[in-house]
């Protein structure tokens, strides 16, 4: 377990490192300001790091021996195309299994890290933020976060308004993972329209109703059973009984704490908030396409925490994960004009960045499942 202490230490400090170098400006003997160091160079330590520590892990989450079997070739199981080329590429190469969970974790962070380098003045944030709100799940859903690498690499080129690369990586996206498809229309009109709500307090209002009166789960499974007929998602409209009310399933109780709700409603309040305000003085890096995103995850994840099972709080999942990029903005703009600010934003903003501090930190000591401290060597030993 000291090893993965260790290990974990290093990975929070490389990305807060790597963050730095990547914002860090210098002033040309012209009179430029240039960045100091080219991307690549920035970023090196946290790809290397990242995706050895977390690509190595053994038995880190529930659903790692389903890939694990996989990148063996020891159980066939229906893939969509692009994880099933990855399989078998490395069945044909005859290479290890760790091979796939190093591939799918490098994709992951230097994905992120090319969809930072449009924003890399916020770099010293949105590196480390990006490693917290990717590591706690990204462990586990292995092929839905190589999808959503995709589609990070898709709104990078989005923001750099090469249109037929965002259409080849998006397909690449939903042929990782079909649920991807639940971004794109979104995607689409959010790239159209700045302000779909109109006003802050529209989303303000919309937040609260949306945590008083979630969508019920009976209402949810009679009507989504309609969707019949549409192929690969068939299985699932079929079991709504399963997926959606849980019926068959053991669940358990879990007692949360109030820094939990802290969590899941001032946070939330805060970016919702002051991450309005950017939309338009951050329109050239398509600020308004990702904080409407995350508005969306925002306003479905109530009824996704009320269901026993994960379906779709996973969805939900692919919205939430562009935080990153609205906090690190919010930050770095808030902290720039520190003095300009009123005493109560100067206090929210300093909770909220402790707050970050502290998740951050709280991932060296956690492992996500019984044996998620483990690594491969472990296994070798053992």
């Not at 989504?224 to 079929?238: A, H, R, V, W």
Request: overall charge positive.
């Amino acid at each position: 377990m000291l090893t993965y202490n260790l290990l974990k230490f290093i990975l929070v400090i490389s990305t807060i490192i790597g963050g730095y170098r990547l914002q860090k400006k210098v002033v040309k003997t012209n009179g430029n300001i240039v960045y100091k160091y080219p991307f690549l160079w920035s970023v090196f330590s946290v790809l290397i790091v990242y995706t050895f520590v977390e690509g190595l892990r053994y038995a880190r989450a529930a659903d790692y021996f389903t890939y694990y079997n996989a990148f063996t070739g020891d159980k066939n199981v229906f893939f969509e195309p692009v994880f099933l080329l990855l399989t078998n590429i490395l069945a044909y190469l005859n290479a290890p299994f760790y091979i796939g969970f190093l591939t799918c974790s490098f994709l992951l962070i230097f994905s992120g890290c090319l969809l930072i380098k449009e924003v890399r003045f916020a770099g010293l944030f949105a590196i480390p933020l990006f490693y917290l709100d990717t590591i706690g799940q990204s462990s586990n859903l292995v092929r839905m976060y190589l999808s959503l690498s995709f589609v990070l690499i898709a709104l990078r080129y989005l923001i750099q308004k090469k249109t037929y690369k965002v259409i080849i990586f998006l397909v690449l996206a939903f042929f990782s993972h079909y649920s991807s498809i639940i971004l794109f229309p979104f995607i689409y009109l959010f790239n159209k329209f700045d302000y779909p709500f109109k006003s802050r307090y529209i989303i303000m209002i919309l937040f609260f109703i949306s945590n008083a009166f979630p969508i019920g789960l009976e209402f949810i499974a009679e009507n989504i059973s309609k969707l019949q007929g549409m192929g690969i998602y068939d299985d699932y409209l079929e079991n709504t009984d399963i997926w959606v009310l849980g019926i068959g399933i053991e669940s358990l109780e879990i007692d949360f704490s109030v820094f939990y709700y802290i969590r899941l409603y001032l946070i939330p309040l805060f970016i919702l908030w002051f991450g309005y305000k950017y939309i338009r003085s951050y329109k050239r890096y398509k600020f308004g396409l990702f904080y409407n995103l995350y508005v969306i995850g925002i306003l479905l994840a109530p009824t996704a925490l009320t269901l026993p099972t994960e379906i779709f709080y996973r969805l939900c999942l692919f919205f939430l994960s562009f935080k990153f990029i609205i906090l690190s903005v919010i930050f770095y703009d808030l902290f720039n004009n520190f003095r300009k600010i009123n005493i109560f934003v100067r206090t929210f903003v300093l909770f909220v960045l402790s707050d970050s501090i502290y998740l951050l930190l709280k991932t060296i000591f956690n492992y996500s499942s019984e044996f998620g401290y483990l690594f491969i060597w472990d296994r070798i030993i053992y």
